[in-house]
């Protein structure tokens, strides 16, 4: 029995890796997926932290009715105001700049005479496109911390102390691990990846190997031999699940190599830890198992190779969506690991993210996978009936 | 040795075949000829362990093609009317996957791949993966898969359909040469000068039965006609019993 379990997947294995189409949809792009996927989030904050650090020049209308000191204390953060000539506004409202700043004529005078000076600062937020709108909030902050040292300077005028206006002084500290702070990204994106490799992953080989042989018209010829229908399904099985296991192994690999070595952004101390690498593997392991049950299921009852993909897209789609309610919604019960998908990948957001996983969650969401591949398998063995697949509708 | 008894399989309310019985001896090419939706591919792939039957029994050398299914497969080759091959597989390597499953290995498992392979003269194509075969190669690949465990039996189903003149005479020269090894050769085909050429023995089946067995020469005492294609029509039913079985077909379907 062995033999032509080793056999049948001896030759899938061969059959799929002379497959070049087969190879980049199962390796190929699951492995660039990951290492762009580590690649691209530190690059994007990197650039994002520069803009917001850049000089900035601001237009503004009225700037000769500005105080010398709100000049001096945007200089400081490098903003500059220049006078702007034209429907300040319009350029603002149509995103040529990004933010704007509107001095009334009565500016100093509000401000000198204790009044209360209105200052209009226009912005749009879409400007500058995903990573602009980063002059209107240095702005905002910069004028509201001149407002409290104007606020300041008339209190101590009138001999108050202006303590007598902040009641409360929130000193905020951020207790996070540079683990857990290296690790948020990889706690929403390895938990879907993981979905996305084991979908993508095992897609192609699971359907040729079952309706795409049927297409090809050679399964018939693989049954008249006495290899039974559990040695035939078990060989097809063990081979989609080794081909799933290599874009695995190297997607994960590559996310770690390319977003701690390839990256020059992320800082020493907070680098993805190579252990949750290695829990991702594990637990995807047996899950991988399940989602390749799942898809042969699919796919066994198709007629040919396009009618198994429509058939698979339900499947992708739910394991997508248990992959994200794993990256947002933490298991309130331990017990929750359980569920298959869901449990593995909360399993994996939680360790990337540094925090602490309850004890027995690696052993229940392996369970939970484990447990479901059985039972799928069973429906599989099923619904492998020979006649019925062959010939039936 | 095939022994087909009393072979009934319905779909719904039609019978596609309806108390087939006959018998394939070693050593003998028997035809089963019929016209389309006749039972003919159905009676095949129940003799095959493909379809189960609702009643009647297949035994091939002795052993029930349903209830010993993997010792009779064992002892039948079979060349279906699919002709799919493995694109990106060489014959060799399609040969010894064959081979494995029928549980050869080691040496005897290679000395049957060269075999075949020269038996089949498929020598300067054995190493080239199937991408772009003709369907005469195509049709060698399938031949040779179903011979690769040296079977007693062999089933065939309408081997030379569709297969260029040198390929078809290659492929009556090889059963030919089954049978001159003592083989047990049965085939299905449309081709009536074929039967009459290749054939010891003619079962011809219309409307799911076995409407009459023999050699093609009894075949044609029997109806009085000068050729088997007359004889055929005419044991058929006449163009009204084929009609029937095509309009069978669709219904089954």
Same mark, same amino acid.
Do not use: H
């Given at each position: 029995m062995s033999a032509r379990i080793l056999n049948i997947w001896r030759k899938e294995l061969l059959d799929n890796f002379r497959d070049r189409k087969g190879l980049i949809q199962?390796?190929?792009? %699951?492995?660039?997926?990951?290492?762009?996927? /580590?690649?691209?989030? %530190?690059?994007?904050?990197?650039?994002?932290?520069?803009?917001a650090a850049d000089p900035i020049i601001v237009p503004a209308l009225g700037l000769e009715y500005a105080t010398q000191d709100l000049i001096d204390v945007l200089a400081l953060v490098e903003i500059t105001l220049v006078e702007y000539e034209g429907d300040l506004a319009e350029a603002v409202r149509r995103a040529e700049e990004e933010a704007g700043l509107i001095f009334p004529e009565d500016f100093r005078e509000t401000v000198e005479t204790g009044g209360a000076a209105p200052l209009i600062l226009l912005t749009n937020p879409t400007a500058g496109g995903l990573i602009g709108g980063f002059s209107s909030e240095r702005l905002e902050i910069t004028v509201s911390v001149y407002n409290d040292l104007l606020a300041q300077r008339r209190l101590q005028t009138r001999d108050l102390d202006p303590e007598l206006v902040t009641p409360i002084v929130?000193?905020?500290?951020?207790? /996070?691990? %540079?683990?857990?702070?290296?690790?948020?990204? /990889?706690?929403?994106?390895? %938990?879907?990846?993981?979905?996305f490799i084991l979908t993508i992953g095992g897609l192609y080989i699971a359907i040729d190997v079952t309706a795409g042989e049927k297409e090809r018209g050679t399964l018939e010829s693989v049954l008249v031999t006495p290899a039974s229908d559990l040695e035939v399904l078990l060989?097809?099985? *063990?081979?989609?699940?080794? *081909?799933?296991?290599?874009?695995?192994?190297?997607?994960?690999?590559?996310?770690?190599?390319?977003?701690?070595?390839?990256?020059a952004f992320r800082a020493e101390d907070t680098l993805l830890p190579f252990t949750v690498v290695l829990y991702a593997i594990g637990v995807g392991m047996p899950l991988a198992l399940f989602i390749n049950v799942a898809t042969m299921i699919l796919s066994v009852r198709t007629r040919s190779f396009k009618d198994a993909q429509s058939a698979a897209t339900p499947l992708t789609l739910g394991v997508t969506l248990g992959a994200l309610a794993a990256a947002f919604v933490i298991p309130s019960n331990v017990l929750a690991y359980l569920i298959p998908i869901y449990g593995s990948c909360a399993v994996i957001g939680r360790l990337a993210s540094g925090a602490v996983v309850p004890a027995g969650a690696v052993a229940l969401s392996i369970a939970g996978s484990l447990i479901a591949a059985v039972i799928g398998f069973m429906i599989a063995v099923i619904l492998f009936d020979r006649e019925r697949m062959l010939y039936g509708g | 040795m095939i022994e087909v008894t009393d072979l009934v399989k319905h779909?719904? #309310? $039609?019978? #596609?075949?309806?108390?087939?019985?006959?018998?394939?001896?070693d050593g003998q090419i028997t035809g089963l000829l019929g016209p389309n939706g006749a039972g003919k591919t159905t009676t095949l792939r129940m003799i095959a362990g493909l379809i189960r039957p609702q009643s009647g029994s297949v035994m091939i050398d002795g052993r029930d093609i349903t209830r010993d299914s993997q010792a009779a497969r064992a002892l039948l080759g079979v060349?279906?009317?699919?002709?799919?091959?493995?694109?990106r597989l060489t014959p060799r390597e399609q040969f010894r996957y064959y081979g494995r499953l029928y549980g050869l290995k080691g040496e005897a498992l290679e000395g049957?791949?060269? #075999?075949? $392979?020269?038996?089949?003269h498929m020598t300067e194509i054995a190493d080239r993966r199937a991408q772009g075969f003709s369907r005469g190669q195509r049709q060698k690949i399938v031949l040779g898969r179903a011979l690769i465990h040296n079977p007693q039996n062999i089933l065939m189903d309408e081997p030379t359909n569709g297969l260029d003149v040198m390929a078809v005479r290659e492929t009556r020269e090889s059963i030919r040469q089954m049978r001159g090894e003592g083989r047990c050769v049965l085939f299905s085909t449309h081709y009536m000068d074929e039967a009459e050429r290749l054939c010891d023995s003619i079962a011809i089946i219309a409307r799911g039965q076995i409407v009459a067995q023999g050699t093609p020469d009894e075949l044609i005492r029997r109806t009085g006609k000068e050729n088997l294609e007359e004889a055929f029509v005419t044991l058929a039913g006449g163009a009204d019993g084929l009609l029937k079985s095509e309009a069978a077909q669709e219904l089954a379907r």
């Open positions: 199962s390796i190929l792009i %699951p492995l660039l997926f990951g290492i762009f996927y /580590a690649v691209f989030d %530190p690059i994007l904050n990197d650039i994002i932290s520069r803009r929130l000193d905020i500290r951020n207790l /996070a691990t %540079p683990e857990q702070l290296g690790g948020v990204f /990889a706690a929403i994106s390895l %938990p879907v990846l993981l979905g060989g097809k099985l *063990m081979a989609v699940f080794s *081909m799933t296991l290599i874009p695995l192994v190297l997607t994960f690999i590559g996310f770690w190599a390319a977003s701690n070595l390839l990256s | 779909y719904g #309310a $039609i019978r #596609a075949v309806d108390g087939v019985s006959f018998r394939c001896g060349q279906s009317d699919m002709t799919g091959v493995y694109p049957r791949v060269q #075999a075949v $392979i020269e038996q089949l």
